[in-house]
């Protein structure tokens, strides 16, 4: 039995290897990608924005995501502060990575929705260290990416890619992430900017399963250059409880939760 | 004085007693103080501001109400009633029933198919949006059919712009050679069937474009002066002119777009409207604008969205079109104006940067509003800024901001939302 089990860790181990090294850099990007994320989700966000006097501010959101054909519609609902309360703010994402998202959002002080340009991705959701496209599924295909090592981090064997964009005007000159070899998960994520001086870092505290779907659901990004962070956590996730379609839509962004 | 007396215990009495039954409440304190540039130093304003949102929703109904009161200081308080609706939701339809706001259209700033909700002009266009606009009683259907929407409107009672007092910095009313009498006694539009309102707008929402399409039959929000002259007899010289406000009706279709191109929002907005009566100088009285011809007139807009780096540009030009002109109305054939917003953030959003100016083309006049704000603390924001009124002073007309021109002001709110 002994034997069989030491037969079996070599196995193992030398069939691990055999996997990494097999893959490419954009084998482990778009597994990352396709890892399951369920048909549907919804769930609280509660933001808190730290500057580095130490100041914080805490924004709620409540969030409805669907995975449509061709793409994926998500929605949120802004609870608070009171001053944004029953903002809303709805995207349409595509899987061809050649079609822009369309964004939307409802101000309830115009009581109008206003298409929004896609264009500025750059910007910072809601005075957050995360830009818009921080939030995004980021296509694998709009970068280059190579294998740099294989490390243990948190305890968790981890491959170490570099993702450097192919569109050169990109807000980062470089990502490295390093993504967990048997859950596929982006463990940590260092942002690079133009200078290729280190801007921010992500990481995940906490992950939960729901059945085979992994959800991150706290999340923090550190900007070193400002040195001030944001933590994302997620409460009241629930799975696979069927949206429908008309969730997303022009009267559920008027009419709120 | 009993009606507000009602209201404050009514509204208290919603306050304790619905407390219990999930009532949300939500709104603004609000301290807004305004000084005039000019050499009087005048306070332009100088208001306090309770604004209440009370909304409790169920299944299938909800309720919502937003009453207000403005405080000024050695004057009446006054009590508002913006909006106070109840909706009532189907599987494809709404019901939206009550006084109501109702914002069509896709520009910033400008009424082109806006104008289901008549405007509150008490000063001019300086308010909040959604100050600027007054709720009216009304019926709203909404039926969805995908991401298509038709809306129905149908408003029993006709309400006019709310136009400034006569004592106010904002009041306009036009200069004639001899002494005017006002005769309001037209003005009312009697509450009956046959005075109610229509509007009907297609929209949709996809990935290409949003539109709208509209239509509507309504009264014109803004009186047009009947002026007749006063003759005694035996002297064919007027002695005076009597001015007769007096609403007339309109049928409109219009329509609007908004679609993104290569980073670039692109806006487009336009509407026909049929039976506008125009003011038209009288050659027979003295050249006097004592006559109203009717005419159509177009009035469109193309306007776009777009950033450079992390700021926020918005422009659009507005033409307004008289068909079929006579040299003799008093109005230009082509009106143009442009609208630019700038808009920056900085140290996470908690400080905004804001440069929006409207462009009068034909006086060559603008209003120009520079403003700064910051969030002290979430909810809790302190702006400071300027409305600049700018005259041609070579322009034989002072055009709709340069008439203002002495009215320039700074200004500071601070503004807490809870």
Known sequence: MKILKSILTIFMLISGMTFAQDLSGLDVIQKVYDRPTGN?????????????????????????????????????????????????????????ASKSDDQWIYLPALKKVKRISSDSKGDYFMG????????????????????????????????????????????????????????????????????????????VEQE?????????????????????????????????????NNKFSERMMKRGI | ???????????????????????????????????????????????????????????????????????TPNQDVTLGLREAYMDVYFDNMDLRIGKQQIIWGKADGMFITDIVSPKDLGEFLLRDFDE???????????????????????????TPTIMPDETSIWSRIPEFPLPITIDESQKEIPGRLENSEGFIKFSGMSSLLDYEIMAGSMWDDDPNLHVSPIIEQGNPQPLGLTLTPKHHQLTLVGGSFSSELGGFILRGEGAYYMGKQFSALNPDQLNLPTSLLEKDYAHYLIGTDFSIGTTRFSTQFIQRAILDYDDLIVQDELDNTM?????????????????????????????????????LADGFEILAGANIFVKNEDSENTGQFGYYDDNDMIYVKMKYSF
Do not use: C
């Open chain 2, 132 to 158: 600027i606009r007054t709720g009216i009683t009304s019926l709203k259907a909404n039926y969805y059919l995908g991401d298509n929407t038709v809306e129905m409107v149908w408003i029993p009672t006709f």
């Open chain 2, 1 to 71: 004085m009993k009606n507000k007396s009602l209201f404050l215990i009514l509204l208290m009495a919603m306050g304790t007693n619905l407390f219990a039954q999930n009532l949300e409440i939500n709104g603004y304190v609000r301290s807004y103080l305004g000084v005039l540039t000019n050499d009087t130093n005048d306070y332009s304003i100088n208001q306090n501001t309770l604004d209440l949102k009370l909304k409790r929703t169920d299944d299938n109904v909800s309720f919502f109400a937003n009453p207000f009161i403005y405080q």
């Open chain 1, 40 to 96: 549907d989700m919804t769930g609280n966000l509660i933001m808190t924005i730290e500057n580095s006097r130490g100041n914080q501010r805490v924004r709620e959101i409540k969030q409805f995501v669907k995975s449509v054909k061709n793409g994926e519609k998500k929605i949120m609902f802004f609870l608070s502060p009171a001053d944004v309360k029953n903002t809303s703010f709805m995207t349409w994402s595509y899987d061809d």
């Open chain 2, 339 to 375: 609208t630019f917003l700038a808009n920056r953030t900085f140290l996470q959003e908690t400080l905004t940067l804001q440069l929006f100016g409207y462009f009068g083309l034909n006086n060559e006049d603008a209003l120009i509003r520079p403003s700064v704000t910051y969030d």
């Open chain 1, 208 to 244: 939960k399963s729901f059945g085979d779907v992994i959800i991150l659901t706290k999340v923090k990004m550190h900007n070193m250059q400002k040195n001030q962070f944001t933590i994302m956590e997620f409460s009241d996730v629930q799975i696979d409880k069927g949206i429908q």
């Open chain 1, 128 to 203: 957050s260290d995360f830009t818009y496209d921080d939030l995004g599924d980021r296509h694998p295909m709009d970068d280059t990416h190579t294998i740099l090592r294989e490390e243990v981090l948190n305890g968790k064997e981890t491959i170490v890619i570099e993702s450097v964009p192919k569109d050169e005007e990109y807000m980062y000159a470089r990502t490295v992430t390093w993504v967990i070899k048997d859950s596929w998960i982006g463990l940590k994520k260092e942002f690079y900017d133009e200078d290729d001086d280190l801007l921010k870092i992500l990481t």
